[in-house]
């Protein structure tokens, strides 16, 4: 049923409609129309179409209280009409279309356009045997009988080659998209949404929701469907994804009750009916006009098609009446501006400047051939130009362009976009079983150059298991829980009472799954604390909560960062209200008069008392690293109803019954890992919204402080204090001089958090910009996750606010798992060197030697086949064998990168250098005098379509050869001397070298006229590998060599620095063209190859920052990415196209952003 296109979907649906959707009492189209209502209109539509919400829940056969039975029948014939929760994706595109984008490359073009006119020119004999000798012998020798016959190999082998690599890119691509879309389902299984079945509470999988399932919306949810609110308790929905409006919008059951699929839960809770899911919810509505269901949708029904525009029309007032403008708006908004990634910025300017080289050596060596041909021929030997000798004249011009392209494919490392492509997609593979779920890939390189990880207390830090260890109740502190008998029964019952209630009813305290095991903590672990405290205290929360059900609530002010607590109102017996408070202690006791004595009487609280409490209770309490709560309650008369929108009146004159102290104990392996951190040059801060004391003691405890250094522990209140200055603005200036010895910032707000990271990241009084990660869980948590370089959002307790603007998911909440990630990201970055490091002396000797030997001989020595078979097993084989290397705990011994280093250091270019002098005098002193030491033939000055010469395979052999045993050099990049350390750890590696010898052997004894290859005798053979492995013993002369006597590297190992760019040109508006595009303007258009490459992985990552907007939110929104990706990756759609979808996708991902901006005060 998934699979059906949406045409045939439509046209079951019109066959339903007639019987009303087989038995339930209003069909697809009835419910679709009754979605697309706003406000008061849809409270009388569903009044007097339905007769209300529990009418509408009557006629989809569900109760508002107990949801669905669950039956399997009812269930599938459920999905049959309504239809499933899931947009069926986009074909992914097949290996042959990928085969065609590879053909797009155009030196790929050039050389296969070169090869077919050789091709052309080899079947062509000039007329009569003059002309052959007047013309044919421009070089020498006469070329035998049966090899002008052989002519055509050349050209053919050229194309049997372009044909590899074409087919090796493309296999690659297609791997990397199988990837993507394994990544991208694996982010939506991970989506579990809670729903009412048969009476009990469980989290289904989002893509099971069914239309008539009752759904639990709670603060921080992605609506995974759209429905009509039951009952909710001060309710607040984020739209900004649907309609651009940043303002939150408040929902209720008797005003505006259309909750609508991919819209953001940002404060309350509440129940829902579902009504749409699927292509028909208003999210999939969108994406169906987009085109990201299945695309013969145009192509069958028009009928379907207008349906749909009636469809859209009547969306139309979601947008705002200036639409225009807030597309624009939108856009701006919807471009979350990264930086580029560390990475990629050295690697594009490193492509830009090898790519010119090679452009340049290419163009000197075809001018240089063709001059010296042509004065060789025409002024040396004074021949005319004869009209019948221009086709082997042409042969001659199209062998040296040959030559020159060949030099041009070998000079351009399109190897690297690959290296770095498969040595993130390894990676990526691999942080799965770490507990790293990675989101962007970029964002698990960049975090190898990480200096900052901001992190988030509980659950991070700590077990996230919470615990009440002490209290205070009826004037004593209790060390430990105590009987209750000992506490006076009305202050028992009064805090028993506020506890049950006043907490979300979804947080329950559940039998443990094992025997001898510790209960199960179901929902937010602070009210399980709580809850627990209960439990304790030989009560039960459950028949309370049974007496007064969710829907009998008068009115609930949910926890947000700004209340810092929660407050439930109950309606009594006799009419009076009572409200129970509970918050973080010093904020509810800055509200308390009165507390309640030994025998459980309210007596005055006065400002006096209170500063007594807080140092004999509070504090002790947060110095042993305990999370302190105050439970309070008020109550108020029945007449005059009080106004309850009138907060702060409301949330003042409580009476206090009891402070708790709830133990969240510190995880056992973080402390190691944070001292790995700090081993590794990584400052780890602690942000948290818990009281200052007891931060300061779980940081001692994790060792993030260590008593007696200098360092600063501030709270929220201070921190703003000390940053901003008397107009109240942010000034870097001041934050320059908190953050340096900032280590925990307690009692902070999202908002604290935000300029905290972006304080830092822009902080210019350090020479390395600062590369900072954040840990968030809350749904306020975005704007800091999406400021951030890496942003790690938590799987398990996350929102899926914060999980959709973050980079990585810890899929266990846990803190060392970021140490892991530091330790991938550093390998990312070490692989990509080792694969420079061999890639550059492959590049500079291949590229000098075809560059003089054309010159010295008029003909390169290795040809354009052995070339392009070089280019291939230095690119991909190399590019697979040192990117997949595993990672050892030697990386996190030394200090991060950071963003100014050069890519190729100074030992790197030493060993660059080295090797290729190396090798290049080896090559020429075979090429010179070769022919003496071996006793051979010389292959110099050989006419156009002489048979291969043994002097050459030697050459090409041993070239070979010095590649192989500098692959083993290459694993090592900081001057280690033993080069076969943990070799047999990487398979990979070991097969693909030995790989690589056996085919040698093939070409060289079988290859021949194709490969220009002579068979060779075991002799030589020695010769040709004792030569290669004079590689290993020269590895280590370069060890030796210290680099400080080797200055004049500094400048090359500067190569490829990133232009670090001025800060006013990364903000938000200001769009930055990356060096790449900038020389593509200029219209250098060969080494174009190298570049595409590398701007399809730019763009393939940046697909993953802008596309993956609705990411990882579940069913509905798996579409969006793949249908950008695919737009990105490729550059075929039309522009409309891609801006319509991006408009409408991402203002998802920019939800957080748009909200951020004008509304950070209430976040």
């Not at 005003?255 to 899911?277: I, N, Q, Y």
């Amino acid at each position: 049923m998934g699979d059906m296109s949406n045409s045939e979907f439509y046209a079951k649906n019109q066959r339903n409609e007639g019987n009303h959707a087989a038995g339930f009492g209003c069909s697809l189209m009835e419910l679709r129309s009754l979605m697309e209502m706003r406000g008061t209109e849809a409270v009388v539509k569903l009044q007097e179409d339905y007769g209300g919400v529990e009418g509408l829940c009557t006629r989809l056969k569900t109760s508002p209280t107990e949801g669905l039975a669950g039956v399997q029948g009812d269930l599938d014939k459920r999905k049959e009409i309504f239809g499933k929760n899931l947009i069926p994706p986009k074909k992914p595109k097949t290996f042959l279309q990928l085969v065609w984008e590879a053909l797009q490359d155009v030196t790929l073009i050039i050389l296969e356009v070169a090869a077919l006119v050789s091709l052309g020119l080899s079947f062509y004999h000039p007329p009569g045997e003059s002309s052959g000798e007047s013309c044919g012998s421009a070089k020498g020798a006469v070329e035998g009988e049966g090899e002008a016959e052989a002519g055509w190999i050349e050209g053919a082998a050229i194309l049997l080659s372009v044909v590899c690599v074409v087919l090796v890119t493309a296999f690659n691509d297609w791997s990397k998209e199988k990837q993507f879309r394994g990544l991208q389902s694996r982010i939506e299984q991970e989506q579990k949404f809670q729903v009412v079945r048969g009476s009990q509470v469980i989290q289904l999988p989002v893509a099971d929701i069914l239309v008539g399932d009752i759904a639990q919306i709670k603060y921080g949810d992605l609506l995974p469907a759209d429905g009509v609110l039951i009952q909710g308790n001060d309710l607040k929905i984020d739209e900004s994804s649907l309609t651009g409006e940043s303002d939150h919008v408040k929902k209720s059951a008797d005003k505006d009750p259309m909750l609508l699929s991919g819209t953001h839960v940002m404060e309350g809770s509440g129940r829902m009916v579902v009504t749409a899911v699927g292509v028909n919810s208003q999210t999939g509505i969108i994406f169906t006009l987009l085109g990201a269901g299945v695309e013969e949708e145009e192509k069958k029904e028009k009928k379907v098609k207008k349906q749909d525009g009636a469809a859209a029309m009547e969306m139309q007032p979601l947008k705002s009446a200036e639409g225009g403008e807030e597309e624009k708006e939108r856009k701006k908004v919807s471009i979350p501006k990264k930086e580029k990634s560390v990475l990629q910025g050295k690697l594009t300017k490193l492509a830009v400047q090898i790519g010119k080289a090679g452009l340049l050596m290419s163009a000197i060596t075809v001018i240089i051939l063709v001059l010296y041909f042509v004065i060789d021929a025409f002024i040396v030997q004074k021949r005319p130009w004869l009209p019948e000798c221009t086709p082997i004249y042409i042969q001659y011009f199209v062998k040296f362009f040959i030559i020159g392209v060949t030099v041009l494919v070998v000079a351009v490392p399109e190897g690297l976009p690959l290296a770095v492509t498969i040595s993130l997609a390894y990676s990526v593979k691999k942080m799965m079983k770490d507990n790293n779920l990675v989101r962007h890939l970029d964002a698990c390189e960049t975090m190898g150059n990480a200096t900052a990880i901001c992190s988030d207390k509980t659950g991070t830090l700590t077990t996230n298991r919470m615990t009440a260890v002490q209290c205070y109740v009826a004037d004593v502190h209790y060390k430990e829980i105590p009987e209750p008998g000992v506490l006076p029964p009305k202050s028992l019952d009064l805090l028993v009472n506020s506890i049950s209630i006043n907490s979300a009813y979804t947080s329950k305290i559940l039998p443990p799954d094992k025997e001898c095991g510790l209960p199960k903590q179901v929902g937010n672990k602070t009210e399980c604390g709580l809850l627990g405290l209960v439990l304790d205290l030989k009560r039960d929360y459950q028949p309370i909560r049974n007496q007064i059900p969710e829907e009998k609530l008068y009115k609930v002010y949910t926890f947000n960062s700004v209340r810092k607590s929660m407050s439930t109102v109950v309606k009594l017996p006799d009419g009076s209200f009572r409200m129970y408070s509970k918050g973080a202690s010093e904020i509810v006791l800055k509200k308390c008069n009165h507390i309640l004595n030994e025998v459980g009487e309210p007596r005055l609280f006065r400002p006096r008392d209170k500063d007594e409490m807080v140092k004999k209770v509070i504090e002790p309490m947060a110095c042993d690293g305990l999370r302190t709560i105050c439970v309070a309650y008020r109550d108020f008369p029945s007449d005059p109803e009080p106004i309850w929108d009138d907060e702060n009146n409301i949330l003042s004159d409580l009476t206090a019954i009891s402070i708790v102290g709830i133990e969240d104990p510190v995880r056992p392996e973080v402390p190691d890992a944070i001292m790995k951190c700090q081993r590794a040059g990584i400052t780890v801060r602690m942000v948290t919204g818990d009281n200052i004391n007891t931060a300061r003691a779980i940081a001692i405890k994790c060792g993030i402080i260590h008593p007696g250094e200098d360092f600063l522990c501030i709270d929220g209140k201070e921190f703003n204090r000390r940053i901003r200055n008397e107009k109240g603005e942010v000034e870097q200036e001041r934050i320059d001089k908190v953050w340096p010895k900032l280590r925990v910032l307690a009692r902070s707000s999202p908002t604290d958090k935000h300029t905290l990271v972006k304080g830092i990241i822009d902080s210019t009084m350090v020479e390395q910009r600062q590369v900072v990660a954040v840990t968030g869980d809350g749904t306020n948590d975005g704007p800091a996750l999406k400021k951030a370089d890496v942003g790690f959002a938590m799987g398990i307790a996350g929102t899926d606010v914060a999980k959709e603007a973050s980079d990585i998911i810890l899929t266990d909440d846990n803190f060392s798992s970021i140490v892991k990630a530091v330790m991938w990201g550093r390998n990312v970055y070490d692989s990509i060197s080792k694969f420079l490091q061999f890639q550059l002396t492959v590049n500079v000797v291949a590229v000098i030697v075809a560059f003089t030997g054309a010159c010295v001989t008029q003909d390169s020595p290795l040809k354009a086949v052995q070339m392009l078979w070089v280019n291939l097993i230095m690119d991909t084989f190399a590019s697979l064998a040192l990117a997949t290397e595993p990672p050892t705990e030697a990386l996190l011994k030394r200090r991060p990168y950071g963003r100014n280093k050069p890519l190729i250091s100074s030992t790197m270019t030493k060993n660059i250098l080295g090797h290729a002098v190396y090798q290049l005098i080896i090559i020429f002193i075979l090429l010179f005098i070769g022919e003496k030491i071996f006793d051979i033939d010389s292959g110099r000055n050989a006419p156009l379509h002489a048979p291969p010469s043994e002097h050459y395979t030697v050459i090409f052999n041993a070239f070979v050869m010095m590649q192989l045993f500098n692959e083993i050099n290459a694993r090592k990049i900081h001057g280690e001397r033993n080069v076969f350390e943990g070799i047999f750890r990487n398979p990979i590696f070991c097969t693909i070298v030995l790989g690589t010898f056996g085919v040698q052997i093939i070409i060289v004894q079988f290859g021949g006229k194709p490969f220009s290859c002579q068979p060779l005798d075991i002799e030589k053979w020695m010769w040709c590998v004792f030569l290669g492995m004079g590689e290993l013993l020269w590895g280590q002369v370069m060890a030796t060599i210290p680099n400080s006597k080797l200055r004049f590297l500094r400048r090359a190992g500067q190569l490829s620095q990133k232009d670090e760019l001025p800060e006013e040109d990364l903000n938000e508006e200001n769009e930055e063209i990356d060096h790449a595009e900038r020389e593509l303007r200029r219209g250098q258009i060969l080494w174009f190859r190298g570049l595409n490459r590398i701007q399809t992985q730019i763009e393939v990552v940046n697909t993953f920052k802008s596309g993956t907007s609705f990411q990882g939110a579940g069913a509905l929104r798996r579409q969006s990415s793949t249908t950008s990706q695919n737009q990105d990756v490729t550059n075929v759609s039309s522009p409309s196209h891609v801006s319509l979808s991006n408009a409408l996708s991402s203002p998802t991902s920019a939800a957080a952003a748009a909200a951020a901006a004008p509304s950070t005060g209430q976040c």
